[in-house]
């Protein structure tokens, strides 16, 4: 069955680094999404992207933080300079359409600790 | 943007027993429901999901009932097993987005 892919699994980092985190979303989905999930609380969303651009972002999603699409395959994650309250869980994932085929599929995570 | 209430926060019942979880939204131009079940450390997994043409849906032990009107759903877990402990997601979403827009989750325990 395919699935969405997140690369690292876990990373820890110094504030003020620069992270990147990773994503493989399924082949035939054109749908995809960054979540947040810090430790014991609800997921969040970040941001979606579609056809190559940001369809929508929340007010987490601020000037530190931004995602590309650099091939036919990845989709990334990349915030510039982290801060502590950025550690959380970070989930990937993609749809194929919305409507009637709108199941979102989400990636195993990317814990990030930030010190 | 919308806005997903759920409640309980935590829900403890006995095995055999029932579990009921409640769901508001605010945008009732919403019209698609998921519900993800997260075990410790794992992602979301979708259990079950409803549409706003369809006011109830069952999966063997699990259940999901919509009132549009009140602008509320629920999720019922019958026979519920040891396995079924976990943190429970509501959601919702529809309108001129497609992001999903989650409930803060309620953690069930089941006791053997």
């Known amino acids: 069955e395919p699935e969405v892919t997140q690369t690292p699994s876990h990373q820890v980092t110094q504030m003020g680094q620069e992270v990147i985190l990773r994503c493989v979303p399924i082949s035939n989905h054109l749908y995809f999404y960054w979540y947040r999930q810090i430790l014991g609380q609800k997921v969040e969303f970040l941001v979606s992207f579609y056809n190559n651009e940001i369809s929508e972002k929340s007010e987490i999603f601020d000037d530190q933080f931004s995602v590309e699409r650099p091939d036919g395959s990845n989709f990334t994650l990349k915030i510039r300079s982290t801060k502590l309250e950025d550690s959380a869980m970070y989930f990937c994932a993609s749809m194929r359409a919305p409507g009637a085929a709108g199941e979102l599929f989400f990636g195993e995570g990317s814990r990030l600790t930030v010190l | 943007g919308e806005n997903v209430e759920q409640h309980p926060s935590t829900l403890s019942v006995q095995e055999g027993d029932s579990a009921v979880i409640k769901c508001t939204y605010s945008?009732?131009?919403?019209?698609?429901f998921p519900w993800y079940k997260q075990e410790l450390g794992k992602r979301p997994q979708l259990i079950i999901d409803i549409r706003s043409n369809v006011g109830e849906k069952k999966d063997q032990r699990i259940a999901v009932t919509l009132n549009k009107t009140a602008k509320h759903f629920s999720l019922h877990i019958t026979e519920t097993q040891p396995e079924d402990s976990a943190v429970y997601f509501c959601a919702a979403s529809g309108g001129d987005d497609y992001k999903l827009s989650f409930g803060a989750g309620t953690t069930v325990t089941v006791r053997a």
């Open positions: 945008d009732s131009a919403s019209n698609y």
